[in-house]
């Protein structure tokens, strides 16, 4: 009794680590967070099914080293753009911001915030992402912003209170991004 249950153990742990070899496990490969939405140098914000009031645009960028530490490679300078259409249902919202090559693979990451205060409406901006030796920020290609809140509720295991949405993670250099 006891081999059979042991084969039946092993043939199930074989076809659960060939199916996520084949990236055929359950949701995004076991991460427990939902795939990013496709990017683009413009996007809409949204948390999961809610389309948020707010676009992100990205308007010009250039890679070179960063004037504070030039000797630590290249980085990636670029100007941005968030507009708001109407009131923000949050007073912070957080969107990655990426460094693609021209395959779309992710370069090298970061963020972004908004905030909405009444005194101080979104507007114009830059920042870096970088510096890094490892990848070469010179294959960038293209800057884009992923549409998601990068924020959760922060409760995700309280019942009462979690609201169901769950952020999807930063990308990390080597995944492969969707482009809208």
């Given at each position: 009794?006891?081999?059979?249950?042991?084969?039946?153990?092993?043939?199930?742990?074989?076809?659960?680590?060939?199916?996520s070899?084949?990236?055929c496990?359950?949701g995004?490969?076991?991460?427990?967070?939902?795939?990013?939405?496709?990017?683009?140098?413009?996007?809409t914000?949204?948390?999961?099914?809610?389309?948020?009031?707010?676009t992100?645009?990205?308007t010009?960028?250039?890679?070179?080293?960063?004037?504070?530490?030039?000797?630590?490679?290249?980085?990636?300078h670029?100007?941005?753009?968030?507009?708001?259409?109407?009131?923000?249902?949050?007073?912070r919202?957080?969107?990655a911001?990426?460094?693609?090559?021209?395959?779309?693979?992710?370069?090298?990451?970061?963020?972004?915030?908004?905030?909405?205060?009444?005194?101080?409406?979104?507007?114009?901006?830059?920042?870096?992402i970088?510096?890094?030796?490892?990848?070469d920020?010179?294959?960038?290609?293209r800057?884009?912003?992923?549409?998601?809140?990068?924020?959760g509720?922060?409760?995700?295991?309280?019942?009462?209170?979690?609201?169901?949405?769950?952020p999807?993670?930063?990308?990390?250099?080597?995944?492969?991004?969707?482009t809208?």
């Amino acid at each position: 009794m006891c081999g059979r249950v042991g084969a039946v153990v092993r043939a199930a742990l074989a076809a659960w680590a060939v199916a996520s070899l084949a990236g055929c496990s359950a949701g995004d490969g076991g991460h427990g967070e939902p795939a990013p939405g496709p990017a683009g140098v413009e996007v809409t914000v949204v948390r999961g099914d809610r389309t948020y009031p707010l676009t992100a645009r990205i308007t010009q960028w250039e890679v070179r080293p960063h004037p504070q530490v030039p000797d630590r490679g290249n980085a990636v300078h670029y100007s941005y753009q968030l507009a708001m259409t109407d009131t923000l249902p949050e007073v912070r919202v957080e969107l990655a911001v990426c460094a693609v090559d021209a395959a779309d693979i992710v370069l090298l990451c970061d963020t972004v915030s908004a905030y909405q205060y009444p005194a101080t409406p979104l507007e114009a901006d830059d920042a870096w992402i970088g510096p890094n030796p490892d990848p070469d920020l010179a294959r960038t290609a293209r800057v884009v912003f992923l549409p998601d809140q990068l924020l959760g509720d922060g409760r995700a295991h309280d019942p009462k209170d979690h609201d169901g949405y769950t952020p999807p993670r930063l990308p990390t250099p080597g995944d492969h991004l969707r482009t809208g």
